[in-house]
């Protein structure tokens, strides 16, 4: 594998996008589910807050430790970053952007919006979270497996 690209060639945060698009624009189905508007209003900002600050802490903790946020070229990582956040999840960022559009799925109240969310981490993971991680097996070598041992993928 070449350590300047991935399979995935458009940042996550676009695919972000265009999950958010396929859910809004998928059709109604038969199949959804209701809360009260309260709830929905509630545990979507809360998720929202949730989200935010779960990738605002993953940036942080590169920025902290002096290294590369580019997601598409892991061979800019100088440093394994194994702390703050990163005790608790792998990729931080990534489950972020998965709590924010869990929140919009929960907003629409459509099955076919969570099943675009279960497609966007299953892609996430194929295309992006597998290759980064030979990647960074490949840089960091043991260390990294040793981390991956300790931490989970997602949560």
Known sequence: MNLNSLE????????????????????NPIVYFTFDKE???YLTRGLFVLSS??????????????????PVNPNKSSVLVDFGIYKFTRNPMYLGFA????AMAI??????A??????FVLYMTRFQIKPEEQALTKIFGDAY???CQRVRRWV
């Open 8 to 27: 995935l060639k458009v940042p996550p945060i676009v695919l972000v996008f265009i999950t958010a698009l396929a859910m809004y624009f998928s059709p």
């Open 39 to 41: 709830v929905v209003l």
């Open 53 to 70: 600050s779960i990738v605002v802490a993953g940036i942080y903790c590169f920025k902290k430790a002096n290294t590369s946020v580019d």
């Open 99 to 102: 709590i924010m559009l869990l």
């Open 107 to 112: 907003k629409m109240q459509t099955l076919i």
């Open 114 to 119: 969570l099943l675009w969310l279960l497609v």
């Open 145 to 147: 497996d040793y981390y």
